[in-house]
C-alpha cells in the first residue's frame, strides 16, 4: 500500500500536490508535513510539524508511518534565497539529501523533487531551451537546484534510488500563492485585477519566461511519478514546458475579461534575476518519454483562474 509523505505541504505546489495524492491515495495514505501550521485545506488527512533539516524527526516520521514515497517540496524560493543566501543553499541541498539519503537506507519505493527552470542562467540559449545545455546559473536558488539535480542523478546510478524531477517553469494557480519567486508577479496580477486595482509589474513589460498552470504542474508531476521506470531516460530533472509569456501579454489576456484593468512597471532586482532565465523550453524528452502535453494555453489559463478566483473572492462576474 503505498504511503506518502509531503514535506513543505503549505507551499504553493505543496498545498495542490497534497489534494489532487489524497484523491487519489486516500487521505489517511498522504501526510502533509511543513514547518508551518496546517492550512484548513490540508486539515483531511494526517499533518505532521516537520523541518526537513532535522534528519531524526524526518526518520521517525517515514518509519511511524511506513511511508514508501516522499514528495520533497520544502525549499526557498529565487528571489526570497537572495536575501538568505546561506540559509537557502542549506535548506535546498540539506534538505533533498537528507530525503536521498533516509530513500536509500530504508529503501523507499519513490522520490519526487522539484528543479527549476533557474537551473538555467545567462550563457544558456533562451529560445526553446534544451534539455542538455549550457546552465551556469547565477542565483543561490538556481545553484542549489543544479546541484541537487546531480545528486538526483548519482543517487539513482549509485544506490538505485528512484528519485524523479520536473523543471518547473512559473507555476499559476488560485489555491494557494507562491512565496519569494521570480515567476509571482504572474499570480498577483490576477488577484489585484479582480480587486479591481492597477498592478505595479516588478519585471519589465516584454520578459518573456516559461509558465504554466497548476493543473498541467500537478498533472505532469503525478504522469512522472506514475511512469515506467525503464522509460525515464532523464534521471537529474526534466525540462516541461506550456506557456511562454511577458507581462504585457498576460495584462492583455487580462483585459479581455476584464477591460479597464492597469498594469504599471517598476522593474526591481528580480528583473535580473528573470533575464538570466530562459523566455521557453524544449521539452520534446517528457513528451518523448512519458507522453507530457499541457491542457492550458494563456487564454484558457486566464479565463479559469479569474472564474475560479471570482468564486473564491465571492466577486460576481
Ligand atoms: N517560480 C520559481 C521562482 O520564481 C522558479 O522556479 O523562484
Avoid at 504553493?12 to 492550512?39: C, F, N
Avoid at 538570466?276 to 520534446?284: G, K, L, R, V
Amino acid at each position: 500500500m503505498d504511503k506518502i509523505l509531503v514535506t513543505g505541504a503549505c507551499g504553493q505546489v505543496g498545498t495542490e500536490l497534497t489534494v489532487k495524492l489524497r484523491e487519489i491515495y486516500g487521505d489517511q495514505q498522504v501526510i502533509a508535513s511543513d514547518i508551518a501550521d496546517p492550512k484548513e485545506v490540508l486539515q483531511q488527512g494526517p499533518f505532521e510539524e516537520l523541518d526537513v533539516l532535522d534528519m531524526d524527526h524526518l526518520e521517525d516520521l517515514i518509519q511511524d508511518y511506513d511511508v514508501t514515497q516522499v514528495y520533497h517540496l520544502a525549499a526557498l524560493l529565487s528571489a526570497k534565497a537572495e536575501q538568505q543566501v546561506d540559509f537557502a543553499w542549506k535548506l535546498n541541498t540539506q534538505g533533498l539529501l537528507n530525503v536521498l539519503n533516509l530513500a536509500r537506507d530504508l529503501d523507499l519505493e519513490k522520490v519526487y523533487w522539484p528543479s527549476s527552470i533557474a537551473v538555467f542562467g545567462p550563457d544558456t540559449p533562451v529560445d526553446q531551451t534544451p534539455q542538455v545545455t549550457i546552465t551556469n546559473p547565477n542565483t543561490v536558488y538556481g545553484i542549489s537546484k543544479l546541484a541537487c539535480e546531480r545528486w538526483c542523478e548519482y543517487y539513482y546510478r549509485k544506490f538505485d534510488v528512484d528519485v524523479r524531477s520536473l523543471r518547473y517553469p512559473g507555476l499559476i494557480g488560485y489555491k494557494a500563492m507562491p512565496g519569494g519567486g521570480t515567476t509571482d508577479y504572474a499570480v498577483d496580477i490576477f488577484h489585484k485585477a479582480l480587486e479591481g486595482e492597477p498592478f505595479e509589474c516588478f519585471l519589465e513589460p516584454d520578459t518573456y519566461l516559461p509558465m504554466m498552470y497548476m493543473e498541467d504542474a500537478v498533472k505532469a508531476t503525478i504522469d512522472l511519478m506514475h511512469a515506467e521506470g525503464e522509460n525515464l531516460s532523464v534521471r537529474d530533472s526534466y525540462n516541461v514546458a506550456a506557456i511562454s509569456f511577458s507581462p504585457a501579454e498576460i495584462a492583455a489576456a487580462i483585459q479581455n475579461e476584464i477591460p479597464d484593468f492597469n498594469i504599471t512597471y517598476q522593474p526591481d532586482y528580480r528583473q535580473e534575476i528573470a533575464d538570466s532565465w530562459p523566455n521557453s523550453i524544449d521539452d520534446s524528452q517528457a513528451r518523448q518519454d512519458w507522453n507530457w502535453s499541457p491542457n492550458y494555453d494563456l487564454q484558457a489559463m486566464s479565463k479559469d483562474m479569474l472564474a475560479n478566483l471570482r468564486e473564491l473572492k465571492e466577486i460576481p462576474s
